[in-house]
């Protein structure tokens, strides 16, 4: 079995492709081993394509289950009693949602390896944080979406946290206010979905023309970029109009999924996502799933070592993405670097931010 | 106040249960101390006793007792 203490001692930037390599292939291929003897419905799948774990030679060798089969099966490897939390996709009405299980290891070192990650971005001081959503996501607990997941598995890298909007998604102009003047002249760390900062922050502040001083501000955002591309706001304008609205300048995007909780991929300084040591993308071919040529634009196959309590460990996606580079980042970071480009088409929406910007 | 009396009081404050009932307490054992009870748990305790808790810290604290632990790194001696 993987020893994630250990594990979770590596600097997430820090390992080569070669070491890279050879450590994901054997926690990865652990993993495939726990699961099939594990949970019946992985076995009988792995039966079923003749998976033999001797012919693996490499990581891009193991089996990828489309994520899409989290919502219509239960797939799970632990016991009925060891449930510990079971976290449901972001979704419009009328979608099934993944439903993913977790006992309290996993969700543990879910948290942990997130803290690994962001913590290299914020620093290692929990941050004054100030929230660009609306309380009432976290307020009904019973229904725990995957955006209320999101600001609170956040949260932790913050303190003295502050809603930026109402609960009907008004602006809070004066909770915003009296949030500054306590924290003036302090880093202070913003969160939020892509969409509701644009929306709701953004136009909004350019509507009652008011400007706030945020060059001592740290954004992290993620959650989708369908509604923005479709009124043609691409990543630059995106930073650029909330630089020169409220010199805003440290801004990062995030990719992630509820079905690999924990790792998320950073957006570096120059707007690039990177995969730590915990994880990593592939590119497929969408006709013969063969992996894609850095450059070439495939549906991203995402893995994770953190999948313990269910087999979520090599996924497919309904997401486009190309692959940059690897090892070669002008940022330093060692790790393949990527972009996303937005849903394969037909794939229903989802993304924290998107579902919610469906309504607009 | 003693600092066990703190300790407890912002454990009754923020579930809304009885000191009594703090007693070997782990976390997700009632619903009000879930993931968003946690937060604002970690905040109750950090304004009671003027400190600033790690993130791992803040994650490793699984239980009542084992918070007793956690906050003696902080020179905050619950016992």
Not at chain 1, 271 to 299: M, N, W
Not at chain 2, 4 to 30: D, M, P, R, S
Not at chain 2, 35 to 51: K, N, Q, R, W, Y
């Amino acid at each position: 079995m993987i020893n994630y203490d250990e594990i979770l001692k590596l600097s997430p930037f820090s390992l080569g492709k070669d070491e890279k390599q050879k450590f994901l292939t054997e926690s990865l291929l652990s993993l495939t081993q726990h699961h099939y003897n594990n949970c019946e419905t992985y076995k009988n799948m792995m039966y079923a394509i003749n998976f033999d774990a001797k012919k693996v030679n490499s990581y891009y060798d193991i089996p990828f289950i489309p994520v899409s089969l989290f919502k219509e099966l239960e797939l799970r490897s632990i016991n009925k009693d060891e449930i510990f939390k079971v976290m449901t996709s972001s979704g419009t009405t009328g979608q099934s949602v993944s439903k993913i299980y977790l006992d309290r290891k996993t969700a543990s070192y879910q948290q942990k390896t997130l803290v690994n990650i962001v913590s290299q971005f914020t620093g290692s001081a929990r941050l004054p944080m100030l929230i660009i959503d609306s309380p009432s996501v976290i307020k009904n607990r019973a229904m725990f979406s995957a955006r209320g997941a999101g600001i609170l598995g956040f949260s932790i890298f913050g303190k003295d946290k502050t809603y930026a909007l109402n609960d009907d998604m008004s602006i809070n102009v004066s909770a915003i206010e009296q949030f500054l003047e306590k924290h003036k002249n302090e880093k202070i760390l913003l969160f939020g979905f892509t969409f509701m900062i644009w929306q709701h922050f953004y136009k909004e502040l350019l509507k009652l023309d008011k400007k706030f001083d945020l060059s001592n501000g740290i954004l992290i955002h993620g959650g989708g970029w369908k509604k923005l591309v479709s009124e043609a706001v691409s990543h630059n304008e995106f930073k650029n109009r909330l630089e020169s609205l409220c010199g805003l300048n440290d801004i990062h995007d995030y990719y992630g999924m509820v079905e690999q909780t924990g790792c998320v991929y950073m957006a570096c300084e120059h707007g690039h996502l990177h995969a730590s040591v915990f994880s990593d993308v592939i590119t497929r071919d969408a006709i013969d799933l063969s992996p894609c040529e850095f450059g070439k634009p495939g549906i991203v196959q995402v893995v994770s070592v953190l999948p313990e309590s269910y087999p979520g460990h090599s996924l497919l996606t309904e997401d486009e993405g190309v692959i940059l580079g690897e090892d070669d980042c002008p940022c330093g970071r060692l790790g393949k670097y990527f972009k996303i480009n937005g849903r394969l088409k037909n794939a229903e929406i989802r993304g924290c931010s998107d579902t919610y910007a469906s309504k607009f | 106040m003693t600092n066990l009396e703190k300790y407890t009081k912002a454990f009754e404050e923020t579930f809304n249960i009885t000191a009594e009932q703090t007693k070997g307490l782990e976390y997700q054992a009632i619903s009000e101390w879930d993931s968003v009870g946690h937060m604002s748990l970690i905040a109750a305790l950090e304004d009671a006793f003027d400190i600033m808790m790690d993130t791992d810290d803040i994650i490793d604290f699984s239980s009542f007792e084992k918070g007793k632990e956690i906050l003696a790194k902080y020179d905050v001696d619950v016992k």
